[in-house]
C-alpha cells in the first residue's frame, strides 16, 4: 500500500511559536507511521524555512534549527509540482507532497497567509481555507458575521492605530465596564488587558496597538466560557463534549491557558444537557457562517440567564494530546490518531 505523503508545519514568525512547536511534536508522534510518510517542515522564528530530519524531542527543545542536516525549504507555487523544494547548493531537491498539515498558532499560521500560500501551490491541507481562515483571526469581523447569523455577541467598538487614543477613549463611553481590550488580529490571548476604570484604557489601549494595527475594546460577558471542538467540512459535522473554564481571578489569559496555575477546565461542562445541546447547535451555526471546514475550536460564553454568547473560533487550536481540541473528541469516542486520520481524508477527499 502507497503511504499518503503528509507535510507538517510547525513553528512560525509568531509570538504562538512554542505553542505550535508542542502541538507539531503531538502531531508528528500520533500520526500512523504506517499508513504516512511524514515529511517535516519546521520555520524559525526569523520566518526561515527547513527541512528537518530529525526526531520530536528536539523540537520540543527547540533546537530543531540547530540539526546540520537541515536543508533550506520552500513549498512551490507551481500548480503542476505539488512539491516541496528543498535547496542544495546550487540546485534543489523536489519532494512531492499528498497533503500538507499547518501546526502553527496565530499570526503567519492560523491568519490566512499560510493556507493562502498552499491554495496557490495547489497542495492539498489540513483545516480552514485562506479566506475563512483570515476572518475567524479578526475578531470584529468575526463578530459581525456572528450576529448575522444571529448569534449574541459583547457590546464593543473598534479603532485603527491613526486614531488619536483620546478620540478611542470617548468612544468607549457607550460601554460598561468591565471591558477587555484586545487586538483585533493576535491569539493565545496576547496583548489583551481586562480594565476596570478609565484610568487604565490609555495603557491597555497602547499595549494592544502593540500586538496589532487594529484593536477591540467590548464589554465583558458575565458568565463563564464554555467551548465546542467540531470536526468536518460542509453538512457532514460532528462536535465534541462541551467543556466549561472555571476562572477564581482574571481571565484565560496565555499563562492560564498553557499552566491553568489558578482555574480548571471541565469536562464536561457542569451544565444541564438541554443547555449543552444548545451550545453544540450554536458551535454548528457559528462554524457554517463563518465557513469554517476541517476543523475549529468555538470558545463562546455562557450567561447566568442562559444567553450564549460569541467569543471567538480559533481555526488551528492547540493540539497536544492533553489540549482542550482533542480531549473533547475523545470525551465523545474519538481518540486523538483517529481525529488525525479524519482531518487528513477530509483535506484530501472534501
Not at 496565555?254 to 438541554?274: F, V, W
Given at each position: 500500500?502507497?503511504?499518503?505523503?503528509?507535510a507538517v508545519i510547525?513553528g512560525?514568525?509568531?509570538?504562538?511559536?512554542?505553542?505550535?512547536?508542542?502541538?507539531?511534536?503531538a502531531v508528528?508522534e500520533?500520526?500512523?507511521?504506517?499508513?504516512?510518510?511524514?515529511?517535516l517542515v519546521?520555520?524559525t522564528?526569523?520566518?526561515?524555512?527547513?527541512r528537518?530530519?530529525?526526531?520530536?524531542e528536539e523540537?520540543?527543545k527547540d533546537?530543531?534549527h540547530?540539526?546540520?542536516?537541515?536543508?533550506p525549504?520552500?513549498?512551490?507555487p507551481d500548480?503542476?509540482?505539488?512539491?516541496?523544494?528543498?535547496f542544495?547548493?546550487s540546485g534543489?531537491?523536489?519532494t512531492?507532497?499528498?497533503?500538507?498539515?499547518p501546526?502553527m498558532?496565530?499570526?503567519?499560521?492560523?491568519?490566512g497567509?499560510l493556507?493562502?500560500?498552499?491554495?496557490?501551490a495547489?497542495?492539498?491541507f489540513v483545516?480552514?481555507?485562506?479566506l475563512?481562515?483570515?476572518l475567524?483571526?479578526?475578531?470584529?469581523?468575526?463578530h459581525k458575521?456572528?450576529?448575522i447569523?444571529?448569534?449574541?455577541?459583547p457590546p464593543?467598538i473598534?479603532?485603527e492605530d491613526?486614531?488619536d487614543?483620546?478620540?478611542?477613549i470617548?468612544?468607549?463611553?457607550?460601554l460598561?465596564?468591565?471591558?477587555?481590550?484586545?487586538?483585533?488580529?493576535?491569539g493565545?490571548s496576547?496583548g489583551?488587558?481586562k480594565?476596570s476604570?478609565s484610568?487604565?484604557?490609555y495603557?491597555?489601549?497602547?499595549?494592544?496597538?502593540?500586538h496589532d494595527?487594529?484593536?477591540v475594546?467590548e464589554e465583558?460577558?458575565?458568565?463563564?466560557e464554555v467551548?465546542c471542538a467540531?470536526?468536518?467540512n460542509?453538512?457532514e459535522l460532528?462536535v465534541g463534549?462541551?467543556?466549561?473554564i472555571?476562572?477564581?481571578q482574571g481571565?484565560?489569559?496565555?499563562?492560564?491557558?498553557y499552566t491553568?496555575t489558578s482555574?480548571?477546565i471541565?469536562?464536561?461542562?457542569?451544565?444541564?444537557?438541554?443547555t449543552?445541546?444548545r451550545i453544540r447547535e450554536?458551535?454548528l451555526?457559528?462554524?457554517?457562517?463563518?465557513?469554517?471546514?476541517?476543523?475549529a475550536r468555538v470558545?463562546?460564553?455562557?450567561?447566568?440567564?442562559?444567553n450564549?454568547?460569541f467569543?471567538e473560533?480559533n481555526t488551528?487550536p492547540?493540539?497536544?494530546?492533553?489540549?482542550?481540541y482533542?480531549?473533547?473528541?475523545?470525551?465523545?469516542?474519538?481518540n486523538?490518531?483517529?481525529?488525525?486520520?479524519r482531518?487528513i481524508?477530509?483535506?484530501i477527499?472534501g
Amino acid at each position: 500500500m502507497n503511504k499518503t505523503r503528509v507535510a507538517v508545519i510547525f513553528g512560525g514568525c509568531s509570538t504562538e511559536y512554542e505553542v505550535s512547536l508542542k502541538s507539531g511534536a503531538a502531531v508528528i508522534e500520533n500520526l500512523n507511521k504506517a499508513l504516512y510518510d511524514i515529511v517535516l517542515v519546521g520555520i524559525t522564528k526569523e520566518g526561515n524555512w527547513l527541512r528537518y530530519f530529525g526526531g520530536v524531542e528536539e523540537i520540543i527543545k527547540d533546537t530543531w534549527h540547530l540539526d546540520k542536516n537541515c536543508r533550506p525549504a520552500a513549498f512551490s507555487p507551481d500548480r503542476g509540482r505539488t512539491a516541496l523544494l528543498e535547496f542544495c547548493g546550487s540546485g534543489f531537491i523536489t519532494t512531492q507532497i499528498d497533503v500538507a498539515f499547518p501546526v502553527m498558532h496565530g499570526k503567519n499560521g492560523e491568519d490566512g497567509t499560510l493556507q493562502g500560500l498552499l491554495e496557490l501551490a495547489g497542495i492539498p491541507f489540513v483545516g480552514c481555507g485562506t479566506l475563512s481562515s483570515a476572518l475567524c483571526m479578526d475578531k470584529d469581523t468575526a463578530h459581525k458575521l456572528a450576529q448575522i447569523s444571529g448569534v449574541r455577541v459583547p457590546p464593543s467598538i473598534t479603532a485603527e492605530d491613526y486614531t488619536d487614543i483620546r478620540d478611542i477613549i470617548k468612544k468607549t463611553e457607550t460601554l460598561r465596564y468591565p471591558m477587555f481590550v484586545k487586538p483585533a488580529r493576535a491569539g493565545s490571548s496576547f496583548g489583551i488587558t481586562k480594565v476596570s476604570y478609565s484610568e487604565e484604557l490609555y495603557a491597555a489601549i497602547t499595549e494592544a496597538f502593540r500586538h496589532d494595527s487594529k484593536i477591540v475594546i467590548e464589554e465583558a460577558v458575565e458568565g463563564f466560557e464554555v467551548g465546542c471542538a467540531v470536526l468536518g467540512n460542509n453538512n457532514e459535522l460532528m462536535v465534541g463534549a462541551v467543556d466549561e473554564i472555571e476562572l477564581q481571578q482574571g481571565f484565560f489569559d496565555y499563562r492560564e491557558k498553557y499552566t491553568l496555575t489558578s482555574s480548571k477546565i471541565h469536562l464536561p461542562a457542569r451544565i444541564d444537557s438541554q443547555t449543552a445541546e444548545r451550545i453544540r447547535e450554536t458551535a454548528l451555526r457559528l462554524y457554517r457562517a463563518l465557513g469554517c471546514k476541517g476543523f475549529a475550536r468555538v470558545d463562546m460564553f455562557l450567561t447566568p440567564a442562559g444567553n450564549i454568547v460569541f467569543n471567538e473560533i480559533n481555526t488551528i487550536p492547540g493540539f497536544t494530546a492533553q489540549s482542550r481540541y482533542p480531549r473533547m473528541l475523545e470525551a465523545a469516542g474519538i481518540n486523538f490518531g483517529e481525529v488525525l486520520d479524519r482531518l487528513i481524508s477530509l483535506a484530501i477527499h472534501g
